[in-house]
């Protein structure tokens, strides 16, 4: 098995890298879905997210209000603190029973955005960096996810800079492009883990 982090920016594009990784015969582990899944209605994880911030933080569905609680966590270091204590674990569980349940053989792509921050480099054999110029991650998440360029800046300033990433980066993606230069590079990329999964 081949273990490769994925990580970049927020508004780098690195789903879609995972996607492309994914359609080519990787195993994809998307550590954002996990979050999600392990807040979800019903879970011990909502119970205890609703415990720390309050009914506040609910949708009328019951479901949690992930604006609401960014809005919080973004600009208090400290309540961000406290949700990671949350929900990490609990990531980091449904993670393991993804991985023991992928072939042998596989490639394993762990989309981890805060890799670089969390110092997780070392437990992949490969990490990949898909990488954008901060003025490209702004425009992306002012144009295509509608947030504010406030809202945009604060998400931006809670991960590492773009050199962080890059220093624990085997290989980088530079997705400032157009898609057709992501293609030939995820091409590129693919061929590159094929090589190194079939070297004993």
Same mark, same amino acid.
């Given at each position: ?9 927020? $508004? &780098? ?6 996607? =492309? @990784?994914? %359609?080519?015969? *990787?195993? #994809? ?40 609680? $960014? &809005? ?6 400290? =309540? @961000?603190? %406290?949700?990671? *204590?949350? #929900? ?113």
């Amino acid at each position: 098995m081949l273990k490769v982090g994925l990580t970049g920016g927020i $508004g &780098s594009g690195k789903s879609e890298v995972s996607g =492309r @990784l994914a %359609a080519r015969g *990787a195993v #994809v582990i998307d550590a954002d879905r996990i979050a999600r899944e392990v807040v979800e209605p019903g879970t011990p994880g909502l119970a205890a997210v609703v415990a720390e911030f309050g009914e506040d933080v609910l949708l009328p569905s019951g479901g949690l209000d992930r604006e609401k609680v $960014g &809005s919080i966590v973004f600009t208090d270091p400290e =309540r @961000l603190k %406290a949700l990671n *204590a949350i #929900v990490h674990p609990l990531v980091g569980e449904r993670t393991r029973e993804l991985m023991d349940a992928a072939p042998a053989d596989a490639i394993v792509v762990y989309d981890v955005p805060l890799l670089a921050e969390n110092g997780l480099a070392p437990m992949y054999d490969v990490v990949v960096v898909v990488d954008a110029p901060e003025e490209v991650q702004l425009d992306r998440l002012t144009s295509r996810r509608g947030m504010t360029e406030r809202d945009a800046r604060a998400r931006m300033a809670n991960q590492a800079a773009r050199e962080e990433r890059r220093a624990v980066a085997t290989h980088i993606i530079d997705n400032s492009g157009t898609l057709d230069d992501l293609k030939t590079q995820v091409d590129a990329l693919w061929e590159a883990l094929t090589d190194r999964a079939a070297t004993p």
